[in-house]
């Protein structure tokens, strides 16, 4: 899939296509919807289908110290984009420029002339522009009035409400990982470069892949049963159960916050490699123990129980 940076303007083959916008961080069942939507109008018209999403999250710009609460990196949305069948991810930098856009110049300036958009597809929620002067009305009166369709998507919802990427943080926070995955139509996953750690784990005899959680949200601290993917081997590639370790490691000094995946059966060398480590069950707290036995010994149990939590895959 094409990467498309949103200082450029669109050329060639990839002009006049048909645009999904949102943040869309996560991807989940809601932001498949619109861009379910917005790839079907394209392949109706013979246009290519692009999604638009903003890097940083406008959160981000306007608030730089609130904490992490990303669910998807770039290259992850990238990925599942191309997977619903866009041609192409337009990622718009939100930047001190982009903030100050009008609602009237980000349609004509933006969307129409730099872009080409032939149609914007979005959420009923979706809104932008300077102060957030623009929402779905405006892109509708733009579009009668300058030629161009929009259509606006209504929100999914499940049993209980409207599916939203708060609602998945939410779940997350409190370990409940059958929620998130329901939302997100798969489970949480982190991405990230293998890391060479204190050795902890291989003196224990349950060696880890130590992994830093950057700017992904932070689950509830404790232990998870795990899925792991190397990316090196594509997207057939192994499938590696595990659990894991998300936290401070309170047994060991200093405290350092890591992703520690413990994969059963697997003894390769993963140092510098990328990998992706889903998260399918929270299986207890942090906790801190008293010598070396008890820790081992709570670990093996852990290890027991996250096999038979993933003995379904």
């Given at each position: 899939?094409i ?6 303007r669109?050329?060639?083959?990839l002009?006049?296509?048909?645009i999904?916008?949102g943040?869309?961080d996560?991807?989940h069942?809601?932001?498949?919807a619109?861009?379910?939507?917005a790839v079907r109008?394209?392949?109706d ?5 692009i ?11 306007f608030?730089?110290d ?7 990196t ?14 192409a ?6 930047d001190a420029a ?37 929402n779905?009305v405006?892109l ?5 009035r ?8 209504a ?16 779940a ?5 990982c059958?929620?998130?995955?329901r939302l997100?139509?798969?489970p ?9 750690g ?18 992904y ?6 232990i998870?049963?795990v899925?792991?993917?190397?990316l090196?081997e594509?997207?057939g590639g192994?499938?590696l159960?595990?659990a894991?370790?998300l936290?401070?490691r309170?047994s ?8 520690e995946p ?9 140092y510098?490699q990328?990998i ?9 707290p942090?906790?801190?123990y ?7 010994a ?12 993933l003995a379904?895959?």
């Amino acid at each position: 899939m094409i990467r498309l940076d949103g200082h450029r303007r669109i050329e060639g083959d990839l002009r006049g296509g048909v645009i999904a916008l949102g943040n869309f961080d996560g991807f989940h069942a809601g932001h498949q919807a619109v861009v379910g939507r917005a790839v079907r109008h394209a392949q109706d018209e013979g246009r290519p289908a692009i999604v638009a999403t903003f890097d940083p999250h406008p959160v981000r710009f306007f608030k730089p110290d609130v904490p992490p609460f990303r669910l998807t990196t770039l290259d992850q949305r990238q990925e599942l984009f191309a997977a619903a069948g866009a041609d192409a991810m337009l990622v718009l930098p939100f930047d001190a420029a982009l903030a100050g856009t009008t609602a009237e110049d980000f349609i004509t300036g933006l969307l129409l002339d730099r872009y080409g958009a032939a149609g914007v597809v979005t959420g009923a929620d979706f809104v932008f522009g300077k102060g957030r002067g623009g929402n779905v009305v405006t892109l509708a009166d733009h579009a009668r009035r300058l030629g161009f369709f929009t259509e606006m998507v209504a929100p999914v919802d499940d049993a209980a409400e409207v599916i939203s990427s708060s609602r998945i943080r939410e779940a997350l926070q409190v370990g409940d990982c059958p929620a998130a995955t329901r939302l997100l139509t798969r489970p949480f996953t982190v991405r990230n470069i293998v890391q060479h750690g204190d050795k902890n784990g291989r003196l224990l005899g349950f060696p880890t892949a130590n992994l830093e959680m950057g700017q992904y949200l932070r689950p509830r601290y404790g232990i998870y049963a795990v899925t792991g993917r190397l990316l090196r081997e594509g997207p057939g590639g192994r499938t590696l159960k595990g659990a894991a370790n998300l936290g401070i490691r309170p047994s060991f000094d200093p405290p350092k916050e890591l992703l520690e995946p413990h994969f059963f059966d697997f003894a390769e060398d993963l140092y510098g490699q990328e990998i992706d480590v889903a998260f399918h069950a929270f299986i207890r707290p942090e906790a801190k123990y008293e010598g070396m036995d008890a820790l081992m010994a709570q670990i093996a149990v852990d290890c027991d129980e996250a096999k038979a939590l993933l003995a379904h895959l």
